[in-house]
């Protein structure tokens, strides 16, 4: 199972880091492990790591409307959102 990071810009540190969003939304898609991470020195750049079991389910799903819905919530910048993927050697 991979583990995938994203980065992205919010416009409420405090707001998202409280939302429940992130588990009402991946959760259904088998998504565990979700790590947070705040940019100090930005402090409206944030990051996030977790363990996806299905990559594609993941990818399909942000393109919807309800991963829309939850970003919109939450305030999250979607046009800067950066997804990383663990690396296979």
Known sequence: MP???I???VDDTKH??????REEFFGPLGVTNIR???NPEKP???ALT???PNLDALLAAMQGPEAAAAM???GVHPDSIVMYVEAQR
């Open 50 to 52: 977790m363990d996806v």
């Open 16 to 21: 998202w880091l409280a939302s429940s969003k």
């Open 72 to 74: 919109k919530a939450d």
């Open 7 to 9: 980065h992205h810009s």
């Open 3 to 5: 583990t995938i990071a």
């Open 36 to 38: 947070t991470f705040t």
């Open 44 to 46: 409206g750049q944030v």
